[in-house]
């Protein structure tokens, strides 16, 4: 480094340097230093009604960009984060959580300060089990070491880091003459790659109907054209589980559907299950992902392969990457698959006549906006019928869905399309959220407005939680039913418009579509007990557990 | 017990013998089962629209009625009350957080199960740092012995406490012939107290001006009589700190304000600083309490009780109870004083003409609600000059005023009126709230409606955070200006007003005390630089540490 940097600078400089253009937070006085830092910075700070729209956004952000951040104060900031962090580290999505702290002379005698809960480091403990790397930054001397340490640690494991930045440090100067810590070189053992590649060519030559089923691991690590190539040299077709959906474009020639044990299509699952080598490719083995464990594979020929670890049968190889495994496997010369046979792919109109008076259904939605969705758009769910009915979503390019598939956080949806818009401009949201999931973070249209984005949001109104009540109903699962399409009265921007009929669905999507300046609400009516198919099955096997 | 109760038949019937009358939450698959059993009890569960909302709904029902139940599912639903349950360990609020969890026997193996972070214990570990006993029930023999021990804790401490249900244990047959755990006997050692209590009477008998600081613990352990009553047999005056206001009544002979550094007024300031007998009682030495460390006690004439201890001068008195000294102290023939002298009192006029063109203040707004404010209400802060302001107003029975004076979490005062006015029902609460405080948990609005309740919210619109300008301004203080008065045309009910100036105002107040049969939503349009003027003295103290 050619000048000398305070803490602050450094990290910036960090964050510049890994192209960072946002960060999301909400400020407070033990951070209010570093926030006035951010704003003298080339990066934006999108400050979120709440933390917790936040956290979502940075989550989102991170899925897209390769590393996200945000950036809250001291406790009743940070606390306020951790379901987000939670599910950045369920679903490996490399965030970075900035944390103010009290300055360190005025943590001196353990006085009870505002914010304070127990000691000063509880909420450093608490993000320890939430993260892969956190760092209490305690002096000037080792702080870039403590910055370099967390950010090469979501790098590498694409998980969550947390930096608790005492208030008094902030502009400190760091040591002269520092020499950033080099990412971990990721080299997978030689040996082990080579027996692993040699046992895995013996499965694919024996094979008739190898497979691949490929996971977000694929997104996570930009596998994305190592993954095509290796597919397209052999003629290897390729399914996702639901949380990868659209790791690949699914109007790819190999495409062969999304995989979700019994809750998927029959052929789907038919063609996964009965593969005679099937090769799992960064996926996780979640309970979403496998269908509620209604996935059955023949281990005996079945490769998982993922990030640092692969599988074959009962026995594991480690100090193996995936990124390694997938460029030696495309180098090896399996046989060529001769006959490509997919599952029967659903049929997808491209165009359907929707009846102006007929009450509008959650199958007759999705049908829909498989002709609606173009190539601008990404879709971006929230859980429930909004995730399960999306799985009949047939999406154009990488990286077009988004969803929190495995970890299943209600809420995620509306703040999340801020964090995706934000990490790329030329896409244009297509936000799918339930009610319920709208009364916890619905509020953050407010920043979606103040930042100029442009998101047409789908609200699926069918009267509370509409997942729960095929499992076990009660008063619980009601909710106040809002006139949602009025809220851009309150917010005084917006489009909003309230959809009853399969008529009124094609007008309001077609309004939203040519109302680019701003976002677009539509509060679409469903009846109370209307479940998508997948939906149906779910819950029957989620309820048989209560 | 005459009939063998499952697990949750005994956690239901212990929340009742509490007399806790409501359970607040949402509803997820992993805590259901227990959802279906808390609808077919005496108790009511209310769902709000986000687990914050519960979080803080039932610190408030906490405070007032001396427990308090939160119930959510596993994780996604948990770790959104990490802070409101961050907020009631800090400031003593007796909660019980009931979390779900997967099956002990989905457990096995270690499966990738939705809502799982990291290991299936990862959420009670960051509980054990927010609490004061923790328990994930894994045995039926065990289980009653451990929700005995978890609820003790929270009885004795007043600080929340954690239990994991897993759901196949909901509806499991606990022991027989169970005897249910004994409270712990809080009985001072003898000895201790006896000296302890001596040298009190030592220091009391020389003094001339001894004055009472009487802090929150005084209203956990339910003390005012016991501290009335100590008062008014010697004629001590009593002020109280922040975080305590109102643990007395404020138009008793012998109340003489709200002390808090060199941030209350010159008047009491010196009160309490000058006195030569300063008996702190049940109150926590914070920054806030202190005016951010302004205020300043001669330690060598100064006595600290609290629950477990007592200080007097540097030395401490261990295994003493606060319960105990003050009775003790009570009993022991004090010199009583003979001219009681208090701090001269701001006016507090009892009528204000409001001038019907004037824009209305800060400082107006709080004159006139000192006039407003009758018996049947209860003012319930949130942070910033909703707090700051509220110190100028007089309250007039026990727990009129509630704050988080002292974690100072923004976004909980909404929720919180659902608590509290569920725990009291004859009383309506007054809400002040800030617009950056209302865009976290606004949206609750919709809870108080499903469950009829009638708050008055008063939202302090400064259009962003105020609290924070003085002490350092950006665009991150910014937030959009919502019409928060047409809320209730989204909502369906309620009486929204939009009031600008102090006739406004009056107006508004009256309809708003007549509209008893819903809430009324009054946004009071602020200058964006108005601040009280207790707020203009803290965030100077505030800003320097930046």
Known sequence: MKHRHTISEYLLLKLEQLKVSHIFGVPGDFILGFNKNIENSPITFVNTCDEQGAGYASDAYARLHGFGVVCITYCVGGLKVTNTTAEAFAEKSPVLVISGSPGISEQKNNPMLHHKVNTFDTQKKIFDELTVASASITSPDT??????????????????????????????????????QPLDIEASDKDVLKEAIEESKALFQK????????????HRYNLQDSLNKLAEKYNIPIATTILGKSVISENRRLYAGVYMGSLASTSVQKFIEQSDCLLVLGAFMTDMNLGIFTGKFEKKSTIFSNFDRTSIGYHHYEQIYLKDYIRELTKSSLKKVTKVILPKKENIETTITMKDNKKITIKRLFEYLNTFIDKKMMVISDVGDSLFGSMALQTNARTEFMAPAYYASIGFAVPAAIGAQTASKESRPLVIVGDGAFQMTGQEIATIIRFNLNPIILLLNNKGYGTERPMMDGKFNDILNWKYHKLPEVYGEGLGIFVQTEGDLEKALLKAKNNTKTYSLLEIDLDKTDLSPALKRLTAELGSKI
Chains 1, 2 share one sequence.
Do not use: M, W
């Open 207 to 218: 094979a008739k109907h190898p497979v691949i089923l490929a996971g977000v691991e694929i």
């Open 143 to 180: 702080a870039f070491q403590e910055i370099d340490r967390v950010i090469n640690a979501i790098i590498k494991y694409k998980q969550p880091g947390y930096i608790e930045l005492p208030r008094d440090l902030v502009n400190v100067l760091g040591p002269k003459n520092y020499t950033p």
